[in-house]
């Protein structure tokens, strides 16, 4: 069985390849897509020499680093991790804790949007 997601990116200011993962996630658990768990991620980088969160398109352009994560925190398993750029062996390291602890942040925004569409009080059309 496979399950094909088109998205349209409307205006990209960097961290498209996240946000679309993030998007299809939330949009297949919104259709009800049985899934051994969601997929969020978030781009950690190195721009101006220093280690960054949630990179940006002029921070990607101008930077030395983009490392986009997609991760899967309940089975605490790495879907996505590409590296464009140079990074020392810690820096890596960091990067891939910052983008993790990111991944984590747009975790809890997903859930939030899930619950809110369907636990609000109200109108749930």
């Known amino acids: 069985t496979a399950i094909d997601v088109y998205l349209?990116?409307?205006?990209?200011?960097?961290?498209?390849?996240c946000a679309a993962l993030d998007a299809a996630s939330?949009?297949?658990?919104d259709a009800g897509i049985?899934?051994?768990?969601?997929?969020?991620?978030?781009?950690?980088g190195k721009?101006?020499?220093?280690?960054?969160?949630?990179?940006?398109?002029?921070?990607?352009?101008?930077?030395?680093?983009?490392?986009?994560?997609?991760?899967?925190p309940n089975l605490g398993k790495i879907?996505?991790?590409?590296?464009?750029?140079v990074l020392t062996t810690d820096?890596?390291?960091k990067c891939i804790e910052l983008g993790l602890e990111g991944c984590k942040q747009v975790y809890e925004i997903q859930k939030n949007a899930l619950r809110e569409k369907y636990f609000s009080s109200g109108d749930n059309n």
């Open 47 to 72: 721009a101006a020499d220093a280690l960054i969160l949630d990179v940006n398109n002029e921070e990607d352009q101008a930077g030395q680093a983009d490392m986009p994560i997609g991760y899967m």
């Open 34 to 44: 049985p899934m051994r768990d969601m997929v969020c991620s978030c781009a950690a």
């Open 91 to 93: 820096e890596f390291k």
């Open 26 to 29: 939330v949009a297949l658990a």
């Open 79 to 85: 879907t996505l991790l590409q590296l464009d750029g």
């Open 8 to 17: 349209e990116v409307l205006q990209a200011d960097g961290g498209t390849r």
